[in-house]
């Protein structure tokens, strides 16, 4: 038995047969999400295409009547998942120019092989993070192997600190009123006054 994410919320259970027939009424695509039973996670439906693929003369199989056994229940949607009209608008990393002092180093250093750690952590630390501002909300993630993440609904941003230094570089803050500490920061930035203005008019949106 499949599970379909439909318009945000879960639904189904579905046969093969099922499947098959929203398929060729295009009613699903290869985007849409899946799950059946001993998936650990939602999956997109292009993992079984060939299976919803019949050939265009095959007859499609009647559906058939819901089973009376009590069906497997699929697991919740992740908090962090975008709902169906969330809308990526800006993502972006730190600037290398945020590092200026370890890529100094690291160059210089490179020739004795000292420097190597230096660029490495440089190259590494701005890879494996990133920073999003979609029509929902605020986030930063960071991390390869073991990511981490942090959040804030745009309608509960309360108070945007923007700061950069003389050469355009800085951070963002993004708080609750009942935090004096940011819950969600950008940080090694260029243009960071941009971003703010963004989230701004998001609110502003928000609150007509």
Known sequence: ?????????SAGPYTLAQLIELWQTRRIDALTLYWEEGNADWLPLHNIAPLLQVPERAAVPPLPTAAAAPAPVPP????????PDEQVLWTGRPTLWFWTGELFWGVLLSVVLIGIPFLIHVFWSRNTTRFQVTNR?????????????RELRIADIRSIAARSN???????????????????????????????DLVKQLQNGQGS
Do not use: C, K, N
Not at 76 to 83: D, G, K, N, T, V
Not at 173 to 187: G, K, L, M, Y
């Open 137 to 149: 909300r605020v986030s930063v993630q960071q991390g390869l192997f073991s990511r981490s993440s």
């Open 1 to 9: 038995m499949y599970y379909l994410l439909l318009e945000g919320s």
């Open 76 to 83: 919740a949607l992740p908090s962090s998942a975008p709902a």
């Open 166 to 196: 003389i050469f355009g570089i800085g951070d963002i803050e993004f708080s609750t009123a009942a935090r004096a500490d940011a819950e969600v920061i950008f940080w090694g930035l260029r243009r960071v006054e941009h971003i703010r």
